[in-house]
T-cell receptor, first 112, second 114 residues
Framework: GQNIDQPTEMTATEGAIVQINCTYQ??????LFWYQQHAGEAPTFLSY????GLEEKGRFSSFLSRSKGYSYLLLKELQMKDSASYLC?????????????FGTGTRLTVIP | KAGVTQTPRYLIKTRGQQVTLSCSPI?????VSWYQQTPGQGLQFLFE???????NKGNFPGRFSGRQFSNSRSEMNVSTLELGDSALYLC?????????????FGNGTRLTVT
């Protein structure tokens, strides 16, 4: 089976930088997504990595190392509205583009 | 453009009953995927429909089924409900035609089985 691990909870201070890690053990890796989910709301797409390296998008960046089975989401200049769950999801070659394997999510709390 | 719409938002059912959930995708999206979200397991893939055909299926029992209509709207049915079926059911859509196309999720239907 697929194994995707994320820390359960993290706390960080407004204005700071936080890094949320995701490690995966899968066969046939074909890409990794990060989603943000506020309580009671729909998950929303943040980033996608399929090649090694860093993808930057405003205050959010995502990194992937395929050889290490490792990704992280970096959030800079934290704002209170960034308090949410962050979901890491892996796509595999053999199971289809929309059959994603999700980690259980990291609940981030931003404090003043 | 309107987002993915799921109805109803909340449902309470009794063990043994059946339930039907509805999903309207974003206009122009032909793929609809269904996921179950629980605190312990996270999001788990149920199935995907594209052009009225089931294209992919997860590891859920046959009590979970779905269908898609010609206008891309989709329904999911769960028969003989069990307590463990209590969860948030999320529907997501995309064009279904590109290898990389992020899923757009609805707000979900929260099902409670008593």
């Amino acid at each position: 089976g697929q194994n995707i691990d994320q820390p359960t909870e993290m706390t960080a201070t407004e204005g700071a930088i936080v890094q949320i890690n995701c490690t995966y053990q899968t066969s046939g890796f074909n890409g990794l997504f990060w989603y943000q989910q506020h309580a009671g709301e729909a998950p929303t797409f943040l980033s996608y990595n399929v090649l090694d390296g860093l993808e930057e998008k405003g205050r959010f960046s995502s990194f992937l190392s395929r050889s290490k089975g490792y990704s992280y989401l970096l959030l800079k200049e934290l704002q209170m509205k960034d308090s949410a769950s962050y979901l890491c999801a892996v796509k595999l070659w053999e199971t289809g583009a929309n059959n994603l394997f999700f980690g259980t999510g990291t609940r981030l709390t931003v404090i003043p | 453009k309107a987002g993915v719409t799921q109805t109803p938002r909340y449902l309470i059912k009794t063990r043994g009953q059946q339930v039907t959930l509805s999903c309207s995708p974003i206009s122009g999206h032909r793929s609809v995927s269904w996921y179950q979200q629980t605190p312990g397991q996270g999001l788990q893939f149920l199935f995907e429909y594209f052009s009225e055909t089931q294209r992919n299926k997860g590891n859920f029992p046959g009590r979970f089924s779905g269908r898609q209509f010609s206008n891309s709207r989709s329904e999911m049915n769960v028969s003989t409900l069990e307590l463990g079926d209590s969860a948030l059911y999320l529907c997501a859509s995309n064009t279904g035609r590109q290898e990389y196309s992020p899923l757009h999720f609805g707000n979900g239907t929260r099902l409670t089985v008593t």
